[in-house]
Every structure is written in C-alpha cells, then in structure tokens.
C-alpha cells in the first residue's frame, strides 16, 4: 500500500525530474523524495515493468508521474528517455544519474575485459550519455540542477572490482568538468557518493559478509536509501545554489580514517 505523500516540503513544484534506474533502490527513494517535493517525476530503468510499478506507487502516492524504459549504455535509448520527458511533462529541470551496476569481483590482472566494458559502460559512459542530453533540456528549461550517482569508491580504492572503482572516479570527474562548463548557464551539477547501502542487492549478501561491510563504517550500520535521497534533493534544490561541481558524501565515516 502506498503512503500518502507529504505536503510538509513542495520546494519542487512545478519541476520535472528524471531519476535514471529509478525503478529500486536509492533510485526509487530519489523518486519519492523529489515527488514529496512536488516534481513530476520520470522513473527511466532498463526493466520497463518495474518502472511501471514504481509509477503506479508513485501515483497512488499523489504523485505526478510516468515510466520510460531506458538502457544508459544506448545513447539513443537515452536520447528518447529525455525526449519523452519534455514531451510528457513540458521540460526537464532535474536530473539524477543513478543507474549502475557492481560487476563481478576479480583483481585487476584476472579482470575479464567484458566485465571491465560492461560496467565502464554502465557506469560512467551510461552518465556521459545521460548528460549529453539531459543537460541541454535544462538549459532549454531556463536552468536546473543535476546529480551523478558516484560512490564512496569514487575517491578509495576496493580490491577486487577495478572497473566500478575506476568508473565511479570517472563519474566525480566528469561531473567536476560538466559543472564548469555550465554553471554560468544555471546548471548546477554536483555528485553524491554513498557508502554501503541497506539495498535489496546488499540484503541478500550473506551474514559474515554483510557483517564485513557493516565494520568498514565507523556508525557502525549501512545506510539507508532514504538517507540518500535526502542529500540528492537537497542538492537539486534551491538550498544549495552556491554548490557546483562537489562531491558530497555519505558514508557513516567510512571514508574518514
């Protein structure tokens, strides 16, 4: 059953958002915080019938919303992503590039190529793509703000996965650029990197490894989503209209030592 949203913040009104693997996860809490706000928003995923569900929660929720089925690998798919969100909603003033993927754990000398092209071109390239048409809508809307999902692993190093770790660096510093170039055209473009996850990936990771990453937080927890959402939104909104190009962490300390 869906929760009734909250009037308590409509500092969106009148926006629209696209949340870009919006279907689950921190995606999914992105949409309902922005829709709380007041934004219309798009749920874009490579499962079409997940962001169908999504919506209809969203709805249900009093939302203003709509799914597009999106691969951020396919800059075409892409492009019709952002188009049906200007067609459907009149404009695009948000964005948030959220989609990615893990990729298999192996050291960097026994990485299989495949599995470095899949998750370079998921994860950084998918947000290059993202960009290259979302940014331009923005401008065309009169100015906006856009957040790229990193990672705490966008400033450490993680054994074992040298292509997320490589991509999500890639992501701060294509964000650093992108928020130079647009900043005196009223784009701001900033990034979030969030530590472990209390996600449903994360859920079905067993007790002594769940426990493991549990320990690499010194508050002593995984974050939630929602956590998440709350800094995204803060970094769409108008409170934060002298933040360009930053990398915003939130990591329960993780990154502290």
């Given at each position: ?21 919006g ?20 749920v ?9 569900e ?6 249900n ?6 799914a ?19 067609d ?20 960097t ?11 370079v ?8 793509y ?5 940014i ?10 856009v ?5 705490i692993l966008g ?14 660096h890639g ?38 490894a769940?426990?493991?990453?549990v320990?690499?937080h ?13 800094l ?8 934060a ?10 990591d329960?300390?993780y990154?502290?030592?």
């Amino acid at each position: 059953m869906s929760t009734p949203l909250t009037p308590a913040d409509q500092e969106f009104t009148g926006r629209t958002a696209l949340v870009t693997g919006g279907a689950s996860g921190i995606g999914l809490a992105v949409a309902h915080r922005l829709a709380a706000g007041g934004a219309s928003v798009v749920v874009a995923d490579h499962d079409e019938a997940a962001a169908r569900e999504a919506v209809a929660d969203l709805e249900n929720a009093g939302a203003r919303a709509a799914a597009v089925a999106m691969d951020v690998t396919d800059p075409a798919s892409v492009e019709s992503g952002v188009r049906f969100t200007v067609d459907t909603f009149g404009a695009l003033h948000l964005a948030v590039n959220n989609a990615g993927i893990g990729g298999p754990s192996n050291p960097t000398g026994e990485y299989a190529v495949e599995d470095w092209d899949r998750v370079v071109a998921t994860n950084l390239s998918g947000v290059f793509y993202s960009m290259r048409h979302e940014i331009p809508a923005i401008v065309a809307a009169g100015g906006g703000a856009v957040v790229n999902m990193a990672s705490i692993l966008g400033t450490n190093g993680f054994a074992g996965s040298p292509a997320y770790v490589a991509a999500k660096h890639g992501v701060v510093g294509l964000t650093k650029t992108a928020a130079l170039e647009y900043a005196a055209r009223n784009v701001r473009v900033n990034a979030v990197g969030p530590g472990f996850i209390d996600t449903p990936l994360l859920r079905n990771t067993d007790g002594p490894a769940r426990d493991h990453l549990v320990s690499l937080h010194p508050a002593g927890r995984l974050g939630t989503a929602e956590e998440v959402a709350e800094l995204t939104a803060f970094l769409l909104s108008d409170r934060a209209s002298f933040i360009h190009g930053s990398y915003h962490l939130v990591d329960g300390g993780y990154s502290a030592p």
